[in-house]
């Protein structure tokens, strides 16, 4: 452990930057002789333009530019963002229909956007689009997910974007033929919204002949392509930075029309633009999270082993594909399709719907909380139903330790796990044995209490390759480049301390370098859990390069063969000489001799395979019943991380996670009305969790080390929100069990909790 960090908890460096207010976020460095942008949008879900006025708008007081689709294709502008498509069952691919960076013919959700006004100030740009004429056919609004005679898109009969399959359809069906038992749960997993604190926003200005576009974003590569290939530039002409960002959560990754249009007018007046959404803008604009329904079955034998599983899910894509729409609830929910269990007989079916409704694509899990919420909230109800333990029904169920490496039926190469260690850990942590003490004590209060279990498993996704570089700078300070994108995770203060722990180097002469295309050759960006291990793993490759650099060079200063020299971590050494640099005094050495080249180190490396953190989730909690109120009592998490470069930060991040989790399954809830307009557009009437919601979270690991990276690591950034959903249901069930509920689903808020008892009280008289 020695070696890949001494896993200490060491506070975020970043934050005394980001408390004093030094933090340098899009909308606080944006050029300050930047044109003021502002996005018209779409007042209606659906609806063919009949007229699109903007003349009054142009000549309108202090407005430089107004933009509509035609300017856009007028000046050669490529209007389109692509996105990835899955395929078929036949073999055929989803369906892609254009989607515009902004409307064209027809408006297909609340929001959409329509046209763009840049003017010297933002109140002129708001003033502006108010005067746009805009008029309208109205069409049919489909909200559901079902086969529609009203098309939203040619492309995509009856809203049908794709009809996805996986596993072996007919060994699932003959073990379901053969089982003693078999359970079955019809599965909402409710859309929310990601409300990350600081909303989306950009700036584009000309440098030069080139144009430097920032987003406050998770990366700048997918962007950089975007761009370039919308405004047909050569690559080389555009640089694109990320400044610091506040949250992402996946929603950040993927590309928006606003990106495009920013960096078109920047280089069409030739001077800086910028915008920013507000939140109610963010709200209807930010692709959404979650959003299917699933059918969950599975076969059991008399031992109550599981047979099989299948699944058979509807999800909603919204008006367009996103970036990643189509994969989420197919390709991306397989991969931890059978969670931790020992079955190869598995079957899932996914129909993925076009709505009037604003784009679904990643939010913090990206289809693995969607599956681990399916399976687990099936595997609780399958306890009940045979009359078994939930606990001991998992246990049995488990893969055995001696099993890794497992290939599990959807592909996926699970390198390691002791899964009953942890959940063992876990029922001794979460104080299981005095659960039916607090229950009674609850009960003498008139409270309904409930505790709810998830075993959790996610497969960490994203480009495996990744690079760094290390330069030794003039001031005597060491810049490391990465090419991965801090969302808030606490990026700087992860990778100074693990390039500190390789070579000895003061944390507090390394600089974190990130989010700028010129600077970083490549890079892969943040999301799906990626960013420690495949950039430790890189930096570790760097700093072999930099040992072995180095080592010629120093053998002859301390005037002994290279093979003698040896580097521990913190200083050169050999046997028959005094000499002892450390890595910053080498570079001195190197400098003062001329040798600039072993001042600049650069690697790429590639993991081996994924990482599968897994772990327990623990919930307890109290309804009222005569108001529906849920409360989170206690709330347990043991999590095997492998090894951890800093447990302070991997439980923050666990506490975010959990935090989300809490949210959807208790506060959270995405509401339309049947026009297709979003009535949960501010914060007054879209509950995000609140501290007075969230209990004091008990957080605690049991190792099993990674054998697919040298560092023994396992992502962390979005294992609370996988195991967390799961737990909430599972424990709200239990609560509401005795009293006759049996289908409880996310959202718990009251009026829908109160609604389950009434009921369930009205069924049984």
């Excluded at 892609?96 to 010297?120: H, K, Q, Y």
């Excluded at 306890?383 to 001991?392: I, M, Q, S």
Aim: glycine share 10%.
């Amino acid at each position: 452990m020695e070696k890949f960090g001494k896993s200490q908890p060491v506070t975020r460096v970043e934050d005394v930057r980001f408390l004093t207010g030094e933090g340098r976020y899009v909308d606080d460095i944006a050029p300050a002789d930047a044109l003021h942008g502002v996005v018209f949008r779409s007042p209606v879900a659906h609806a063919s333009i009949t007229e699109l006025n903007v003349d009054d708008a142009r000549e309108a007081p202090g407005v430089q530019m107004v933009l509509t689709l035609a300017d856009l294709e007028a000046a050669g502008v490529r209007p389109g963002l692509d996105a990835t498509l899955v395929k078929n069952i036949d073999g055929s691919k989803g369906a892609a229909p254009e989607r515009p960076v902004l409307a064209r013919d027809r408006v297909r959700f609340v929001g959409e956007p329509v046209a763009m006004v840049f003017a010297e100030t933002l109140q002129q740009a708001r003033d502006a689009a108010e005067l746009i004429e805009f008029d309208y056919d109205d069409l049919p609004v489909c909200l559901g997910l079902e086969e529609s005679e009203t098309a939203i898109h040619e492309e995509a009969p009856g809203n049908l974007a794709y009809h996805f399959g996986m596993g072996d359809a007919a060994a699932t069906d003959a073990a379901f033929a053969a089982a003693a038992h078999v359970v079955s749960l019809q599965i909402d997993d409710n859309r929310v919204i990601a409300n990350s604190l600081e909303p989306r926003g950009c700036y584009a200005e000309p440098e030069g002949e080139r144009l430097h576009v920032a987003i406050n974003g998770q990366g700048v590569w997918g962007f950089k392509q975007t761009i370039a290939k919308a405004l047909g530039l050569d690559p080389e002409a555009l640089r694109i930075t990320n400044p610091d960002v506040g949250g992402g959560f996946g929603m950040k990754a993927q590309d928006y029309p606003e990106y495009v249009i920013c960096a078109h007018a920047a280089r069409a007046l030739d001077r800086p633009v910028r915008w920013m959404a507000d939140r109610t803008e963010s709200m209807l604009s930010d692709n959404a999270g979650r959003d299917l329904t699933s059918l969950a079955e599975m076969a059991f034998d008399d031992n109550h082993r599981i047979l099989a599983y299948r699944v058979t899910t509807r999800n909603n894509l919204g008006a367009y594909n996103s970036g990643f729409g189509q994969p989420i609830q197919t390709e991306l929910f397989s991969k931890v399709l059978m969670g931790t269990y020992d079955v190869q007989a598995a079957y899932m079916s996914v129909k993925g719907y076009f709505t009037n409704t604003v784009q679904v694509d990643a939010y913090r899990g990206a289809g693995r909380p969607e599956a681990i919420y399916v399976l687990e909230r099936l595997m609780d109800r399958a306890a009940r139903e045979l009359g078994v333990d939930g606990w001991e029904l998992r246990r049995r169920n488990f893969i055995p330790a001696a099993k890794f490496p497992y290939r599990t039926v959807t592909g996926e190469l699970y390198d390691v796990g002791d899964f009953d260690r942890v959940l063992s850990h876990a029922e001794a942590s979460c104080d299981r044995a005095g659960f039916a003490a607090r229950k009674a004590a609850s009960e003498e209060h008139g409270k309904l209490r409930g505790i709810g279990l998830c075993y959790y498993i996610e497969s960490i996704l994203g480009d495996p390759s990744e690079g760094a570089r290390v330069t030794f700078d003039e001031d005597g300070g060491v810049s490391l480049f990465v090419g991965t994108q801090s969302n808030g995770q606490g990026h700087e203060t992860v990778y100074a301390r693990f390039l500190a722990d390789q070579t000895g180097i003061p944390m507090e002469r390394i600089r974190v370098v990130q989010g700028d295309s010129d600077l970083i050759a490549k890079g892969g960006g943040t999301g799906g859990s990626r960013s420690v291990t495949v950039q430790a793993n890189v930096t570790l490759t760097a700093v072999a390069g930099m040992v072995a650099a180095f080592t010629p060079f120093l053998a002859d200063s301390m005037g002994v063969e290279e093979s003698a020299v040896r580097f521990d971590n913190e200083t050169f050494r050999a046997e028959g000489s005094n000499l002892t640099p450390t890595m910053l005094e080498a570079a001195e050495m190197a400098r003062a001799a001329g040798r600039d080249d072993l001042l600049r180190h650069e690697a790429r490396d590639r993991l081996p395979g994924r990482s599968y953190p897994n772990g327990a989730h623990v919930a307890e909690v109290e309804v009222d019943p005569e108001t529906g109120t849920v409360t989170v009592e206690r709330y347990t998490v043991v999590d095997d991380f492998g090894n951890l470069i800093n447990p302070l930060l991997a439980e923050g991040q666990v506490h975010g996670g959990v935090a989300q989790g809490i949210g959807q399954a208790v506060t959270e809830h995405v509401v339309h009305d049947e026009d297709g307009q979003l009535l949960t557009a501010t914060f007054m009437d879209y509950g995000m969790p609140r501290a007075d919601i969230l209990p004091m979270f008990r957080f605690e690991t049991e190792p099993v080390p990674s054998t697919a990276n040298p560092m023994g690591m396992k992502g962390c950034g979005e294992a609370g929100t996988v195991g967390a959903m799961a737990a909430m249901g599972n424990a709200v069930q239990d609560a509401l069990w005795d009293r006759g509920v049996r289908q409880a689903d996310m959202p718990f808020t009251p009026l829908r909790v109160w609604s389950m008892l009434r009921d369930a009280s009205q069924t049984a008289a």
